[in-house]
């Protein structure tokens, strides 16, 4: 963990940890497509020392199963604040809704992180209910973005709900 922690330590060299509006957001980066998630004591020491060293929020961004849900809930006595839906495409999951609103329950303000791609009118008014902030990751121009994510199409798909008025939304 010491090792960790250097490096965590380094990552903050030129960042002015006195910025006001700062946050932190943390996601393990062994962890990041893996299909590996993070003990509860290895993200509560984590984000702890985090804590400790920044004095700011901290988001918790990672694999999220129902089967650690409540674990992860725990976190709140930790001072967990936002928790950020991410990593894969969280919208593949069905039992995405159902994490959030647990989140939602213990007060943790989520978030969607999405490439957009299964945004769809049958879904985008739960997920506008469920997730206080929604960010779909754009990766360029329609050219770049399209190349970037092995999709033809992919960046009107994504960008769709942004220049279509939502209906009963």
């Not at 963990?1 to 380094?10: A, G, I, R, V």
């Not at 006001?20 to 509860?40: D, H, M, R």
Request: glycine share 10%; aromatic share 14%.
């Amino acid at each position: 963990q010491d090792n960790l922690f250097e490096f965590l330590k380094s990552q903050f060299n030129g960042i002015d940890l006195s910025y006001q509006k700062l946050i932190i957001a943390y996601e393990p980066i062994w962890a990041i497509g893996t299909g590996i998630t993070p003990s509860i004591e290895q993200i509560d020491e984590t984000l702890s020392w985090l804590q400790n060293f920044t004095k700011k929020p901290v988001i918790y961004g990672g694999s999220v199963k129902p089967t650690n849900a409540q674990n992860i809930l725990e976190l709140k006595k930790a001072g967990i604040k936002f928790i950020i839906f991410s990593g894969g495409e969280p919208l593949v999951r069905k039992d995405i809704f159902e994490i959030a609103k647990k989140c939602q329950e213990e007060g943790i303000f989520t978030y969607l992180s999405t490439n957009g791609l299964y945004i769809n009118p049958g879904n985008v008014k739960r997920i506008i209910d469920t997730f206080g902030y929604i960010g779909i990751s754009i990766d360029g121009d329609e050219k770049t973005h399209d190349f970037f994510r092995g999709l033809k199409g992919s960046f009107k798909k994504s960008t769709f709900f942004r220049y279509t008025p939502l209906k009963n939304a």
